[in-house]
């Protein structure tokens, strides 16, 4: 994350901001700090390539085991929330997301940055520490933020009891791949692939999420 941060222009319409960190980050040893550090910065370059498109301000660490950025497409949120899960594996990470302005210049990363919706993600974030929850909260004024924790909850508790090879199955799915490719790539029967796409409760899932995105975009268009 060597380039510069230009600043853009003040932007007045709600957004989503994006406060993560890593649970039970104190815990990690002087010696294996630097590994996790590593692996946390390398992770959060593949976030800010992936979503390029869907960020405002592109997501920076700012606290050593904590990121911020600000979102500009809020539809992009479940995939987040799904590689944030599935594709870190130092550490679990917590997620606050907070909706409102941003007062002040919107750099290209998310540093310096002020603003209600900044405010309410910091207090998502705690809520989640407090509160342990996981898969993101979600605050801010003149938003459903009963039916968007509904949806963060029960998703991540879909998530959280799949086998690693079910959450495999399920990504490639997610990505589009036929169930036939995905036999291929994991040198499976088609049969074998079939059952771990029923045993996950693909079909569920999908509804859950594709109802996660709506609402979330919804808020966007409304704003």
């Known amino acids: 994350m060597a380039e510069g941060n230009k600043k853009t222009a003040i932007s007045r319409k709600p957004c989503f901001a994006l406060i993560g960190d890593m649970v039970g980050s104190r815990s990690i040893t002087r010696g294996e700090r630097p590994r996790a550090q590593a692996q946390f910065s390398a992770f959060i370059d593949l976030l800010n390539e992936r979503y390029k498109r869907a960020m405002l301000s592109r997501f920076a660490i700012t606290l050593g085991d904590e990121f911020q950025g600000v979102i500009g497409d809020a539809s992009a949120i479940p995939g987040m929330i799904w590689d944030v899960e599935t594709e870190f594996r130092a550490r679990v990470l917590r997620l606050g997301f907070g909706y409102g302005t941003i007062d002040t210049v919107i750099p290209k990363f998310a540093i ?73 790539r994991l040198r499976q029967t088609p049969q074998a692939v ?30």
């Open 112 to 184: 310096n940055l002020d603003g209600p919706a900044l405010h309410e993600a910091r207090a998502a974030i705690e809520e989640a520490k407090a509160k342990k929850k996981l898969g993101g909260v979600f605050r801010g004024e003149g938003i459903p933020a009963t039916e968007l924790n509904g949806f963060a909850r029960l998703l991540w508790f879909h998530r959280a009891r799949r086998t690693e090879q079910q959450l495999k199955v399920l990504g490639m799915l997610r990505q589009g791949m036929p169930q036939v490719k995905i036999a291929e």
């Open 194 to 223: 079939y059952d771990h796409v029923k045993s996950a409760g693909w079909e569920a899932y999908r509804e859950g999420e594709a109802g996660f995105a709506a609402a979330l975009l919804a808020i966007g268009k409304g704003a």
